[in-house]
């Protein structure tokens, strides 16, 4: 193989795998676990799967005391 060839290969599969990254993700809202998603995304990328959020997790809610 020419090198040439190799080295545009080499970019176009680096370029694909940046698609996803955390910094190009859409923001969901305030609430979204960010740590949980990244953990899935992590995971599932390291098997060559790509993850589609359509109801992404929400951080827990907090207990709060109520006042009385």
């Known amino acids: 193989m020419?090198?040439?060839?190799v080295l545009a290969l080499t970019l176009a599969a680096s370029?694909?795998?940046t698609?996803?990254?955390p910094q190009t993700r859409a923001t969901?809202?305030?609430n979204t676990d960010d740590?949980?998603?990244s953990a899935v995304e992590n995971s599932?990328?390291?098997r060559g799967i790509r993850v589609y959020w359509?109801?992404?997790p929400e951080k827990a809610a907090?207990?709060?005391q109520s006042g009385g």
């Open 35 to 37: 740590a949980a998603m």
């Open 54 to 56: 359509v109801h992404p």
């Open 44 to 46: 599932a990328s390291n």
């Open 2 to 5: 020419k090198p040439s060839l």
């Open 15 to 17: 370029a694909c795998s």
């Open 19 to 21: 698609i996803d990254s």
């Open 28 to 30: 969901y809202g305030g």
């Open 62 to 64: 907090t207990k709060t």
